[in-house]
């Protein structure tokens, strides 16, 4: 049986190979399940930068982000009140771009900025808005609700697709309350939660939930 490919949307303040160090464990966890595939995020994040409550505590050497929540100073926080924000096209067209050098994929997996950009990712493939779009399901770590004006549309109905939603509750980047405020955005959603912090969770503890999701795509 062929493993499903999903494609690995890293968090603020990472990059691809970054965040592919940090889920060596979920990778072993997988390795017979799944094939993941890692993406860049097209923007650059000044490395001088404050840590801001929503990014990725540390950052990394190459850091980079999806969005930014006030564009002029280019920076991201989860909880930050905007009624515009920049980068998301150029995104969105990063991700188009992967889809078509190194798909297709089954799935993908995101984390943190990574994951709340997963989700407005599943709302434009239903909305028919990107048509290279074909995941069948989602995974989202650590994921939240925009609170970008210019974002709402992307919760204007709940997205269908099959989804898992993980998050920590001892999370203190994203707290567990943010990761279930987007979960009425999804029809259905299942649900892992585990005891500790901001992290991709790949312990023993978590293999049934993570392959019971799974299991339904192969």
Not at 26 to 37: A, C
Not at 156 to 171: I, K
Not at 174 to 194: G, K, V, Y
Request: with cysteine.
């Amino acid at each position: 049986m062929a493993p499903l490919r999903v494609l690995c949307v890293h968090g603020y303040r990472q990059s691809g190979a970054s965040f592919r160090d940090k889920t060596g464990a979920l990778r072993k966890l997988l390795k017979k399940q799944v094939e993941l595939v890692y993406v860049d995020a097209p923007h650059c994040v000044v490395q001088a930068q404050e840590n801001n409550v929503g990014s990725d505590a540390g950052g990394d050497q190459d850091s980079r982000g999806w969005w930014f929540s006030d564009p002029q100073a280019r920076t991201f926080n989860a909880q930050q009140q905007c009624e515009e924000s920049s980068g998301l096209e150029e995104s969105v067209a990063a991700v188009r771009e992967a889809v078509k050098l190194q798909g297709p994929f089954d799935g993908i997996l995101g984390f943190s900025q990574g994951a709340a950009f997963v989700a407005m990712l599943c709302a434009l493939q239903e909305q028919h808005a990107e048509p290279d779009f074909h995941f069948r399901f989602a995974v989202l770590v650590a994921a939240f609700r925009s609170t970008c004006t210019q974002h709402h549309k992307f919760y204007s109905s709940p997205v269908m697709m099959p989804s898992l939603h993980v998050f920590g509750l001892e999370d203190r980047v994203i707290p567990d309350r943010m990761s279930r405020e987007l979960l009425p955005c999804f029809q259905d959603p299942h649900i892992l939660t585990h005891p500790g912090g901001h992290f991709v969770p790949a312990g023993s503890a978590h293999r049934q939930t993570y392959q019971n999701f799974l299991e339904a795509f192969q």
